[in-house]
Nanobody, 115 residues
């Protein structure tokens, strides 16, 4: 089976940076899309960014120009580089991927931005 594991969350001051990683493991035939969602307590889970197999990206307006998404050479790990972090970026960040035609979620990694 397929598993997604996130890492890289932690505490950071406003204006700082973090890099999140999401590694997909298992028998992988095709990754159709990978992306990041986030959810703060009391809020809806929202899409942060997504990249398709055709390298098309989607971004929420609140992070455009501050965050970037990239892949490693094996195409099974995706990174989220977060710069100029704001307190409103505080949330649990979840990796999401469409792999072998199925939809998978990681367990999440907590990002806390202090002011």
């Amino acid at each position: 089976q397929v598993q997604l594991v996130e890492s890289g969350g932690g505490l950071v001051q406003a204006g700082g940076s973090l890099r999140l990683s999401c590694a997909a493991s298992g028998r992988i035939f095709n990754i159709n899309a990978m992306g990041w969602y986030r959810q703060a307590p009391g809020n809806q889970r929202e899409l942060v960014t997504r990249i398709t197999s055709d390298d098309r990206t989607t971004w929420t307006d609140s992070v455009k120009g501050r965050f970037t998404i990239s892949r490693d050479n094996a195409k099974n790990t995706v990174y989220l580089q977060m710069n100029s972090l704001k307190p409103e970026d505080t949330a649990v960040y979840y990796c999401n991927a469409v792999i072998n035609g199925g939809n998978y979620w990681g367990k999440g990694t907590l990002v806390t931005v202090s002011s």
